[in-house]
Nanobody, 118 residues
Framework: QVQLVESGGGLVRPGGSLRLSCAVF????????MSWYRQAPGKQRELVAA???????NYADSVKGRFTISRDNAKNTVYLQMNSLKPEDTAVYYC????????????WGQGTQVTVSS
């Protein structure tokens, strides 16, 4: 089975930076895209950033210019570099991996808490 393990969350002050990591275990092929979502209390889970097999990236307007998604294929890991963090970035961040081998399969990480506060 596929497991996604997230790390790197924590408490940071406004203007600070964090780098989230998501390592994929159990299936090391056919990853079509990876993405980061976040969910703040009382709000819908939203897409933050995504990266596809051709390295095309997409970002939510709210994070564009501040966040960068990247991958290390050798380590089966995707990263989310978060700079200039704002209190409104506070949320649980979830990693998602989409596999395609004739059909689509999606797996989620357990989430990592990011809190931006003074």
């Amino acid at each position: 089975q596929v497991q996604l393990v997230e790390s790197g969350g924590g408490l940071v002050r406004p203007g600070g930076s964090l780098r989230l990591s998501c390592a994929v275990f159990g299936r090391l092929f056919s990853i079509n895209a990876m993405s980061w979502y976040r969910q703040a209390p009382g709000k819908q889970r939203e897409l933050v950033a995504a990266i596809t097999v051709d390295d095309s990236t997409n970002y939510a307007d709210s994070v564009k210019g501040r966040f960068t998604i990247s991958r290390d294929n050798a380590k089966n890991t995707v990263y989310l570099q978060m700079n200039s963090l704002k209190p409104e970035d506070t949320a649980v961040y979830y990693c998602n991996a989409e596999f395609y081998s004739g059909s689509y399969l999606n797996y989620w990480g357990q989430g990592t808490q990011v809190t931006v506060s003074s």
